[in-house]
């Protein structure tokens, strides 16, 4: 794994795309919220990263946050919020976005492949 400096930083503005619901003046706002999804998608090239978000009934009693991910080697990652606070939604999609992230690194990580080597 190698963080590739300067491109981390500016990962989730090139790769993130706003799908329905969303327009470009809630751009700033999303990605201040989504912020701390940066370090963990560092472990790849931007090119390799693809994400959007939507929100469907925005601001309604059922508003649904879905954010995706395609990472390159993995089926694409898909969470989602009902939460019916819109940055509330954002920031647990963001959560739960990383964990699964996390998650899914512990398990194809080196460790990982040696304890699967033992029980063969």
């Known amino acids: 794994m190698s963080d590739h400096g300067n491109n981390s930083a ?11 619901g969303f327009g470009e003046e809630d751009r700033g706002r999303v990605l201040e919220i989504l912020s701390a999804l940066r370090r963990h ?6 090119e390799q990263v693809d994400l959007e978000i939507s929100v469907k009934n925005r601001d309604g009693a059922e508003q649904k946050v879905t954010l995706e991910a395609w990472l390159p080697g993995w089926p ?32 194809s990580g080196p460790r990982s492949r040696a304890a699967r080597r033992e029980h063969l």
């Open 41 to 46: 998608l560092a472990h790849w090239r931007p």
């Open 10 to 20: 500016q990962i989730l503005e090139e790769r993130l795309r706003l799908g329905a």
């Open 76 to 107: 694409s990652l898909v969470v989602s919020s009902t939460d019916p606070d819109l940055d509330h939604a954002l920031a647990e999609v963001r959560k739960d976005l990383i964990r699964r992230i996390e998650d899914r690194k512990a398990k």
